[in-house]
């Protein structure tokens, strides 16, 4: 019987392979008729990258007033993080953020300024721990921004952002991945994608050394320990000291219940059940004090790493430099064993892009993108695609609600 349990258990396991990407696969999302199911028993539980031809249904609309000046009517006046190139010729991701008006941003960018590039912005922290699903400008346009999109109904959501910049010759983010499942859906102008699989993780040269790469391609550093669906140590015990915490609080109820029995018809069972609430209480009490000192333990683990790693790149970007020349890569041999493909989206088209998939894109004309985070799923069943599914539900309802 034992045995029967586990094997029930773990059958839907995910196990990929992350063969070299020969090409990306492409699909007609108007003429498929692709179902949620389909999509992801194709493609998301495979860990498979595909280009879709076509917008969401639900974000067509939205678009058409985003692009027709709503954008700057609804979000003008909120402040953003922006991406600043001392020169035209000068890469983004080197670390210049400023803070301007949204309104501003737009404006600078239709009049044809490529120095700036709007990328994530910070999230707000939530009460309880975690993050918020939305920052500026996006917060303010949650009224009517879908927040799980119709073609991954079942994945829990990180955030979403918006991407707005504009380059005359394109302009490189440089070589990275992602710790999330990224559906990016290009609404106006042309990227080009050069894709490598998780596989070749270890032979790109990222600016942080890898421990882990998890079977559903979430990669992990030393000192950032997560779990293969994204929840942190620190994440499991603010969720284990919330559930204590509601433990103690039904206990207390239970306490007072018992007592007020016991006081209106003193019995021996009343006296027991008295007893028995209060040890319960006390049983309650000790675990969210022990779920409450190492959550504290965590959190300030995280706090000394983020403190000593401020300054450094970020773990995930590649060492090696964009349009890197044949002088620059004798000083990274690994890259020859790998093989990537490229991969172009135009604006009313989306990529889907499994977490851990390394890419570099390049940028052109003037582009406005959204994407959606989701924490990878840990399963291949599309109606549970997370071992730990209360968890991501009752952080789903924290983010939700506080929107």
């Excluded at 992350?18 to 699909?27: E, G, L, R, S």
């Excluded at 080197?94 to 960018?109: A, C, H, V």
């Excluded at 009313?348 to 993108?369: D, K, R």
């Amino acid at each position: 019987m034992r045995t029967s349990s586990v094997r029930r258990r773990t059958q839907h396991k995910a196990k990929y392979s992350f063969k070299d990407p020969a090409n990306i696969a492409t699909i007609d999302l108007d003429e498929s008729g692709e179902s949620a199911k389909h999509f992801f028993d194709s493609y998301v539980a495979t860990r498979t990258p595909v280009l879709i031809r076509g917008m969401l249904p639900e974000l067509e609309p939205l678009i058409d007033r985003w692009l027709a000046g709503e954008l700057q009517r609804v979000a003008g006046n909120s402040h953003v993080q922006v991406e600043v190139r001392k020169s035209p010729t000068e890469p983004f991701g080197q670390g210049n953020r400023i803070i301007m008006r949204f309104g501003s941003l737009l404006d600078e960018i239709a009049n044809g300024n490529t120095r700036y590039y709007m990328t994530t912005q910070d999230l707000p922290q939530l009460t309880g721990g975690g993050e918020a699903l939305l920052a500026p400008p996006l917060s303010l346009m949650r009224d009517e921004l879908p927040l799980r999109p119709s073609l991954l109904p079942t994945l829990y959501p990180q955030s979403a952002n918006l991407w707005i910049g504009r380059t005359e010759d394109g302009v490189s983010s440089g070589l990275h991945h992602d710790h999330h499942d990224n559906l990016y859906c290009l609404l106006r102008g042309r990227k080009r994608l050069q894709i490598y699989s998780p596989r070749d993780a270890y032979r790109l040269y990222t600016h942080g050394r890898i421990t882990r790469v998890h079977s559903n391609g979430r990669i992990n550093y030393a000192g950032e320990p997560t779990f293969a669906d994204g929840r942190t140590p620190l994440d499991a015990s603010e969720h284990k000291m919330r559930r204590s915490r509601a433990c103690v609080r039904r206990a207390e109820r239970e306490l007072e219940r018992a007592e007020a029995e016991d006081g209106v018809d003193k019995t021996r069972a009343t006296e027991r059940a008295v007893e028995e609430a209060e040890n319960a209480l006390e049983a309650a009490l000790d675990r969210a004090a022990n779920a409450e000192m190492l959550r504290s333990r965590l959190a300030a683990n995280r706090h000394r790493a983020a403190a000593a790693s401020s300054s450094a790149p970020p773990p995930n970007f590649s060492r090696i430099p964009p349009a890197a020349s044949a002088a620059e890569l004798r000083h990274f041999p690994l890259v020859q064993r790998v093989r990537g493909t490229a991969c172009n989206v135009k604006g009313g088209e989306m990529l889907y892009l499994p977490c851990g998939w390394f890419h570099e894109v390049t940028s052109y004309g003037e582009h406005i993108a959204l994407n959606y985070w989701f924490h990878p799923p840990d399963r291949s069943t599309f109606e549970k695609p997370y071992t730990h599914a209360s968890f991501w539900e009752n952080e789903w309802r924290r983010q939700s609600h506080s929107l």
